[in-house]
């Protein structure tokens, strides 16, 4: 098993770190509890800096939460300023963080300032996250950014409906598939996972149990050196884009 992901003491030195967006609740907690069980450092990331602080907690000293809002520049400027000075690298980066699953609207009929809103925090705060935490990950020996997306996004299954959730879920899909070529000098494997349809407050209730959704985000955190880069899955197998 490659070095980033053995288990380690909490308190390690050389424990993996890795940082999870939107961690505060549903996937991203549970993604947050699974690293912390491998031994990872983990950064659990929210908009409420109290909302990280108590979810943090709640799962143990392996887990620091820090206040990220992942459309605000100075956010993701900071958090990059804070790792450098307390870690010197990152290991892992989980962009969770979603909004809008509005399974209400229609394409055709859409408010578009839901849809840009969408773009703002599930495409473009990714993206400008991963920019800011680039000379982190380029600083780490076995990086791993995992994009958490959705089937909603893949063009096969593209439907009328949830219209901003499922463009910005298809661009980040892409948006993967770019960073995966253009990181691949760096030896940083970038991959998109789609958990499924998972129990959270976004996804409601009938769906899979939440660990069974995180099981496969940390299964492309964990990923070996010469795992795979660029790819779209579900629960380790590769899926359409």
């Given at each position: 098993m490659p070095a980033d992901t053995r288990a380690k003491s909490p308190d390690s030195p050389d424990g993996p770190v890795s940082l999870v967006t939107g961690g505060n609740r549903g996937i991203g907690l549970e993604t947050c509890r699974q690293l912390a069980a491998l031994g990872h450092r983990v950064v659990l990331a929210a908009r409420d800096p109290e909302a990280a602080r108590l979810a943090a907690e709640r799962i143990g000293p392996a887990v620091h939460p820090a206040r990220l809002d992942v459309t605000s520049t100075a956010d993701a400027d900071r958090l990059a300023q804070h790792l450098r000075e307390r870690y010197g690298r990152l290991d892992v980066l989980v962009n969770n963080a979603a909004i809008h699953y509005d399974t209400w609207q229609r394409v055709?009929?859409?408010d578009l300032a839901v849809v840009r809103e969408a773009a703002e925090t599930n495409l473009l705060g990714p993206w400008q996250l991963t920019q800011a935490l680039l000379p982190l990950l380029r600083a780490s020996r076995h990086a791993r950014i995992v994009n958490v997306s959705s089937g909603a996004g893949a063009l096969d299954d593209l439907g009328p409906g949830a219209p901003a959730y499922s463009i910005s879920k298809l661009a980040l899909n892409g948006l993967t598939r770019m960073l995966?070529?253009?990181?691949?000098?760096?030896?940083?494997?970038?991959n998109a996972v789609?958990?499924?349809?998972?129990a959270t407050d976004m996804g409601g209730s009938g769906g899979r149990p939440v660990a069974e959704g995180a099981a496969g985000v940390v299964w492309a955190a964990t990923l070996p050196d010469d795992g795979p880069t660029g790819g779209f899955f579900r629960d380790g197998r590769p899926i359409p884009f």
């Amino acid at each position: 098993m490659p070095a980033d992901t053995r288990a380690k003491s909490p308190d390690s030195p050389d424990g993996p770190v890795s940082l999870v967006t939107g961690g505060n609740r549903g996937i991203g907690l549970e993604t947050c509890r699974q690293l912390a069980a491998l031994g990872h450092r983990v950064v659990l990331a929210a908009r409420d800096p109290e909302a990280a602080r108590l979810a943090a907690e709640r799962i143990g000293p392996a887990v620091h939460p820090a206040r990220l809002d992942v459309t605000s520049t100075a956010d993701a400027d900071r958090l990059a300023q804070h790792l450098r000075e307390r870690y010197g690298r990152l290991d892992v980066l989980v962009n969770n963080a979603a909004i809008h699953y509005d399974t209400w609207q229609r394409v055709s009929t859409a408010d578009l300032a839901v849809v840009r809103e969408a773009a703002e925090t599930n495409l473009l705060g990714p993206w400008q996250l991963t920019q800011a935490l680039l000379p982190l990950l380029r600083a780490s020996r076995h990086a791993r950014i995992v994009n958490v997306s959705s089937g909603a996004g893949a063009l096969d299954d593209l439907g009328p409906g949830a219209p901003a959730y499922s463009i910005s879920k298809l661009a980040l899909n892409g948006l993967t598939r770019m960073l995966a070529r253009d990181l691949a000098a760096d030896r940083i494997l970038v991959n998109a996972v789609c958990p499924g349809w998972v129990a959270t407050d976004m996804g409601g209730s009938g769906g899979r149990p939440v660990a069974e959704g995180a099981a496969g985000v940390v299964w492309a955190a964990t990923l070996p050196d010469d795992g795979p880069t660029g790819g779209f899955f579900r629960d380790g197998r590769p899926i359409p884009f």
